[in-house]
């Protein structure tokens, strides 16, 4: 089933409910995933260069994906048939089996419900992710052209700054947990007024009233 969308989806929406033919059979989304983180992403076809070497990093990344309680699922205009064959050929050519499943969209509605296609860049699937909250809102949505492959160590430490400001109530700065200013802290939330704003004046933990961190 396909909602009809009036948009793309954005950033705090709902991802929208899709049932879709994958690799591992039929799915609908983002039910099927309930209560679980799922990073959601796209390529523009199967036996393209740059998406093979994502789907190898991707896997490799694969266990600490699941310590995180997120699953992937990636999508193309192929067939079901042509992702098996390419899940195979990566197996026997560079010995990595793909364990995440894969969705065929060959009329392109998921595409078009997501949003993936830009016509600029031609009639194929752009690389883009979109990483989803256990609850099914859309936390993120980040997009790649065709000639740059993405890059899977930001997507986990993405995925590890919102369970961690989630669990926490707090921000996270840039480069976390690696930030220039406040190594592996993380940033405290605005005081909600004046008293509180003059209590955190002079703390060492603060910059200012403003910028404030802490260690969890």
Request: hydrophobic share 40%.
């Amino acid at each position: 089933m396909f909602e009809e969308q009036t948009r793309m989806p954005l950033i705090g929406d709902k991802f929208p409910e899709l049932e879709v033919k994958t690799t591992f059979g039929s799915m609908k989304l983002p039910d099927d995933f309930n209560g679980k983180w799922v990073v959601f992403f796209s390529h523009p076809g199967d036996f393209t260069p740059v998406c093979t070497t994502e789907f190898v990093a991707f896997q490799k990344r694969f266990d600490e994906f699941k310590a995180l309680n997120t699953e992937l699922i990636g999508l193309s205009v192929d067939q079901v048939p042509s992702h098996i064959k390419w899940v195979q050929w990566i197996k026997d050519n560079l010995g990595v089996e793909i364990q995440f499943p894969i969705i065929a969209d060959e009329l392109g509605r998921v595409a078009k419900a997501l949003g993936l296609i830009h016509p600029a860049k031609g009639t194929n699937t752009v690389r883009a992710v979109y990483i989803v909250d256990p609850k099914g809102i859309i936390r993120a949505i980040l997009y790649y052209p065709q000639e740059i492959g993405r890059n899977i160590d930001e997507i986990i430490r993405m995925i590890k700054a919102f369970q961690t400001a989630d669990a926490n109530h707090v921000a996270i700065p840039a480069n976390w947990p690696n930030n220039e200013l406040m190594g592996d802290e993380v940033i405290i939330p605005l005081p909600p007024d004046i008293k509180g704003a003059e209590e955190r004046m002079n703390q060492p933990n603060c910059y200012d009233w403003w910028l404030c961190h802490k260690k969890i």
